[in-house]
């Protein structure tokens, strides 16, 4: 077994979480998007933990996650990033959804939706492509703008290699993909009253 397989993450597929809920044997659903793309559109049950407040305290959230967990995101990526640092900790029974939100949108299953907002990624692509693009129209008068335009597609090729994103790191932090539970004694308040 090479060590890309070996540490890749147990993955569930929409359809078989879709079967667990339906018989009752629901596993914590924990999802690791920013609280405004939760309260946009979220699984019915999920709790929301936001993936950087997720690793600050993955010892404390531990130790209220003693049964099976399925980690959901948009598309997987970021519940790989939480799997790693609650399976760092030692919690078992750890699953990602393959696919996130899209794969259970795709699959048609039921939803509990809020106010539309920007998801994370899209508000990357924006602020990226606005940088990039204000910065070589703005080198005609100014030549050295070209290299900011240069730091960040170098941003954007580093976060495709190690799938990080500082940038989307940063725009997590700010107020509108920041809701009233996205503090650490709310988050554990509702994991040990088991209410989402």
């Known amino acids: 077994m090479s060590t890309s397989e070996s540490t890749r993450p147990a993955t569930l597929d929409a359809t078989t979480l879709r079967e667990l809920i339906d018989s009752g044997r629901t596993p914590r659903l924990l999802d690791v998007r920013t609280p405004a793309e939760f309260e946009t559109i979220h699984i019915p049950g999920a709790y929301n933990v936001p993936l950087d407040l997720l690793k600050e305290h993955r010892e404390e959230l531990c130790n209220h996650l003693d049964e099976d967990v399925v980690l959901i995101c948009r598309s997987g990526a970021r519940a790989t990033q939480a799997e790693q640092a609650l399976a760092g900790v030692g919690l078992p029974n750890l699953k990602v959804l393959d696919g996130g939100m899209l794969a259970w949108q795709a699959a048609n299953a039921p939803v509990k939706q809020g106010a539309p907002r920007w998801d994370l990624e899209r508000q990357v692509r924006l602020v990226a492509g606005s940088i990039v693009l ?46 009233a539970s996205c503090d650490l004694d709310t988050i554990v308040g509702q994991l040990r009253g088991g209410r989402a």
Do not use: D, E, H
Not at 142 to 162: E, H, N, Y
Not at 165 to 177: F, R, T
């Open 134 to 179: 204000l910065s070589i129209l703005g080198s005609v008068s100014v030549p050295g703008l070209k290299w900011v335009a240069g730091f960040i597609g170098a941003g954007l090729t580093f976060a495709a290699v190690t799938n990080t994103c500082a940038m989307g790191m940063m725009l997590s932090k700010l107020p509108y993909n920041r809701g």
